[in-house]
């Protein structure tokens, strides 16, 4: 099994910065198509960023020139750098995994096969 563990969740004014990371296990974590979902109380998971495994990335219209995925393949992780946070972008983060093709990373969530347990994000006004 991949295992991933999230972590820099908590509270920020509007306006403010949080950098979200994602520790995976095993060796292929080069392999690995990563992306980012957020899930707010009474609504669908929605997608938020990807990284493929070369290094492409995607991001919602939501988050675009506010927040930063980024993968460091040395230490098996991922991170999402949040900036110019709003109250919407409060949430449940989870980080997700799937082994990586030649297309480009989906926002899809079901072709996504790991999950962590997701660490929560709460901006206040």
């Known amino acids: 099994q991949v295992q991933l563990v999230e972590s820099g969740g908590g509270l920020v004014q509007a306006g403010g910065s949080l950098r979200l990371s994602c520790a995976a296990s095993g060796r292929t974590f080069s392999r690995y198509d990563m992306a980012w979902f957020r899930q707010a109380p009474g609504k669908e998971r929605e997608f938020v960023a990807a990284i493929s495994w070369i290094g492409n990335t995607y991001y919602a219209d939501s988050v675009k020139g506010r927040f930063t995925i980024s993968r460091d393949n040395a230490k098996n992780t991922v991170d999402l750098q949040m900036n110019s946070l709003k109250p919407e972008d409060t949430a449940d983060y989870y980080c997700?995994?799937?082994?990586?093709?030649?297309?480009?990373?989906?926002?899809?969530?079901?072709?996504?096969?790991?999950w962590g347990q997701g660490t929560q994000v709460t901006v206040s006004s």
């Open positions: 997700a995994a799937r082994w990586g093709t030649i297309a480009a990373a989906t926002s899809n969530e079901n072709e996504y096969d790991y």
